[in-house]
């Protein structure tokens, strides 16, 4: 079963608060959707292998440490996953990117894909998957599944809001993929919308309503 990891960083908390309220505009959305996943790329890369390594300061010879193992790719699930790649680049800057393009139909909820570039080489990444909802899960499941159809074995999620109904989903249908998200909220709606969750994602990052 894949674990759930739910972020409750203050400063994650408190971002969460200004990007839920209705009264927060299209510019302070977008800006703190990428600092939100900046702080929670900080705290799901705390498991990330080092080598030690001796470098030499101006005054010594020291032991020092750098990133060891796979290297990482971050996949933003279109529109609203964009928003949060820069924020995750800032801290992992030469990490390749991929995109997967779905929608959800409104009235079946299911995913309807209409779009995938991934990078070459990535079924050697570790990759992180993003997308700021997670609601009845199809939409992560599907990338996911996208995914590991070209060779990926390591990948972990990455959403802000999480519905019950969307972690369920993604642990039945991938329990080897973790999941990082800064909140689970209550329920969803009769419109798969997260219930309070903050509204539609891509709507608000992009003002397309
Ligand atoms: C939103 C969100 C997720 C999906 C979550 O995208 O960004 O991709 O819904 O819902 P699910 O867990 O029920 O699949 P949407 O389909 O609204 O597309 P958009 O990002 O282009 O607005
Ligand atoms: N997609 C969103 O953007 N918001 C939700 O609440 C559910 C799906």
Known sequence: MSKIHVF???LILHKLGI???KDT???EFREIISEIAMLMCYEATRDLPVE???IETPVAKAKAYRLAGKKLAVVPILRAGLGMV???LALIPSA???HIG???DPDTLEPVEYYCKLPQDIAGRDVIVVDPMLATGGSASAAVSFLKKRGCRSIRLMSIIGAPDGVRRMQADHPDVDIYVAAVDDRLNEHGYIVPGLGD???RIFGTK
């Open 25 to 27: 505009g299209v510019k």
């Open 52 to 54: 030690e390594v001796e």
């Open 201 to 203: 994602a891509g709507d």
């Open 102 to 104: 779905l929608y959800r």
């Open 19 to 21: 990007i839920r309220s």
């Open 8 to 10: 409750d960083h203050p």
């Open 96 to 98: 390749k990117v991929g």
């Open 86 to 88: 820069d924020g995750m």
